[in-house]
């Protein structure tokens, strides 16, 4: 399913705002009535507006909803909800603050050795 997202946002449009985004990974409810599907947004370009705004999530569930029926193989086809996935921006933010503990660490070892 994530694959066939992926290509109904990439291939079957020619709209920047589906362009932009890439699924990372697709949840789907045991009952198969929904499907929580994680996406990465492309940073703006320069003078670009914001393109993983909410209403424009709302925009790409709504086209890729109409075209998963027809292409996917399952008794029912599930809601998609779409989220931005923000692993990558949480993952920078730990590295960021462990690097800071590790130049807190060394500046304390350092003004010990004086």
């Not at 699924?23 to 670009?48: I, K, Q, W, Y």
């Not at 790409?60 to 909803?65: F, K, M, P, S, V």
């Amino acid at each position: 399913m994530r694959e066939t997202i992926g290509r109904i946002l990439v291939e079957q449009n020619s709209d920047p705002i589906l362009e932009a985004l890439t699924v990372t990974e697709v949840r789907v409810s045991s009952d198969l009535n929904h499907a929580r599907v994680f996406l990465m947004c492309r940073r703006p370009l320069e003078g670009e507006p914001e393109l993983g705004t909410a209403e424009n999530l709302r925009y790409a569930e709504g086209i890729a909803q109409k075209f998963l029926a027809p292409q996917i193989h399952l008794k029912r086809t599930p809601k998609l909800h779409f989220e931005i996935d923000d692993t990558e921006e949480r993952a920078e933010r730990i590295d960021r603050l462990l690097e800071s503990v590790k130049e807190d660490w060394q500046d304390a070892e350092r003004d010990s050795e004086r």
